[in-house]
């Protein structure tokens, strides 16, 4: 083990706040180098360190790791919260990817012009409601467990707790139709490691700004 | 297991068919349920089948399996095709998404406006060449080895041939550049289970074509 994981990304959320998320949920203390101008881009680049020239970008265990995904399988492997065997690891995968559709929707958001934002914002808290987060609410009804699989804490559990902060921030009494969800919500904020993660002061970013935008906007050229 | 996995999808390629290449290229036949028309998702949809009201869903162990990426890495942990420790997983993974991201722009093409299409298509053309194929010929280069990762057949392996393929029908001599990814694609082709999938009355789907994309876009929107 060479350190602590370093991570490489604009100082914001973006694609890189869920596996911070994850790596606080596991207790893993962690490092952050930030992206500021398009220059630290480019030497990024220019080292030869970015597999696909993008980031986020993880060094971890001796590797410089890209791809949201696979940085995030790799962590939650190593520190076993991906269920306890493949039918478990079935059902996290694909409750994972509902809630990175919903979440990669509500990134997108700051970014659009004007006259779409409000369009997307009511289809966004459509979708929370009436797409994804009946699933989960039927999930914790069905089964009556604390954690959305195998009885245990898994990814999907942290990645749903994110999922659904990020959709209050849009519409404070989204969860308003689900109890579940909010008692949900209330039990794994109170987990020790996400409890420090919500305080302030721990790494966890805050919702994108005008600021943050102009910065992303120049340093990607979008 | 309750018999062969069953594919819900319309007749073409799209999301589902990375999901028909690992399951081919792993030896499993399956079954294919195909959307005509948006009744048909419908359908679904009220059955309650379908987790996220989408598809891909594959009927598969039990599970009705939606979410294209859950689908495949559960196909390729069933099929030990995901590496033999985290390590190699990682890799995998990390080579996996990104030919992905390359396989949607190729994907997408077809779906673009008139007005669209020559800049997609430059783009695309970009990418594989600057961004993503480099990659995986230094990697083969590196190691001299048959596969991507491991000295071993893995979905990496599967992936990457797809989307040369995909690529080539974009613009045929698009490998020019890149000998080692020419022989990776021969090499790979030649595999029993996908050779035969790569034939003539397979479940491979073709292109889709321009004149397909209306019919595609009134089943899903």
């Not at chain 1, 602590?4 to 998320?21: A, C, F, N, Q, V």
């Not at chain 1, 369009?119 to 914790?140: Q, S």
């Not at chain 2, 995986?136 to 992936?159: C, M, T, W, Y």
């Not at chain 2, 994309?213 to 089943?219: C, D, E, R, T, Y």
Request: charged share 30%; glycine share 6%; aromatic share 10%.
């Amino acid at each position: 083990m060479a350190g602590k994981p370093k991570l490489h990304y604009t100082k914001g959320r973006g694609k890189m706040e869920s596996i911070r998320w994850l790596l606080a949920a596991a207790g893993v203390e962690f490092e952050e180098q930030f992206i500021e101008t398009k220059e630290d881009l480019e030497k990024l680049r220019n080292d030869g360190v970015l597999m696909f020239q993008q980031v986020p970008m993880v060094e971890i265990d001796g590797m410089k790791m890209v791809q949201t995904r696979a940085i995030l399988n790799y962590i939650a492997a190593k520190y076993n919260l991906c269920g306890k065997d493949l039918k478990e690891r079935a059902w996290i995968d694909m409750y994972v990817e509902g809630t990175t559709d919903l979440m990669g929707m509500i990134m997108v958001l700051p970014f659009q012009p004007a006259d779409a934002k409000e369009k997307n914002l009511a289809l966004i808290i459509e979708r929370a409601t009436t797409r994804y987060f009946p699933v989960y609410e039927k999930a914790l009804k069905d089964h009556g467990h604390d954690y959305l699989v195998g009885n245990k804490l898994s990814w999907a559990d942290i990645h749903l707790l994110e999922a659904i902060l990020m959709t209050e921030e849009c519409k404070p009494d989204v969860l308003s139709a689900f109890p579940l969800l909010q008692a949900f919500k209330g039990r794994i904020s109170n987990i020790p490691t996400i409890k420090k993660f919500l305080q302030p002061g721990s790494q966890r970013k805050p919702p994108t700004d005008e600021k943050c935008i102009a910065v992303v906007r120049k340093i990607f050229n979008i | 297991m309750s018999g062969k996995p069953k594919l819900h999808y319309f007749n073409g390629r799209g999301r589902m068919e990375s999901i028909r290449w690992l399951l081919a290229a792993a030896g499993v036949e399956f079954e294919e349920c195909f959307l005509e028309k948006k009744d048909d998702l419908t359908k679904l949809q009220k059955d309650g089948s379908l987790l996220f009201q989408q598809v891909p869903m594959v009927e598969i162990d039990g599970m009705k399996m939606v979410q294209t990426r859950a689908i495949l890495n559960y196909i390729a942990a069933k099929y030990n095709l995901c590496g033999k420790d985290l390590k190699e997983r990682a890799l995998i993974d990390m080579y996996v998404e990104g030919i992905i991201d390359l396989n949607e722009l190729l994907m997408m093409y077809v779906f673009q406006p008139a007005d669209k299409k020559e800049q997609h298509f430059a783009t695309l053309v970009d990418k594989a060449t600057n961004r993503y194929f480099p990659v995986f010929e230094k990697v083969l280069k590196d190691h001299g080895q048959d596969f991507l990762v491991g000295n071993g057949f893995s979905r990496a392996d599967v992936q990457l041939l797809e989307t040369l393929l995909m690529a080539e029908e974009c613009k045929p001599d698009i490998l020019a550049k890149f000998p080692l990814l020419q022989s990776f694609k021969a090499r790979i082709s030649n595999i029993p289970t996908i050779k035969k999938f790569l034939q003539p009355g397979s479940q491979r789907k073709p292109p889709t074509q321009e004149k397909d994309v209306p019919k595609v876009m009134k089943i899903f929107h």
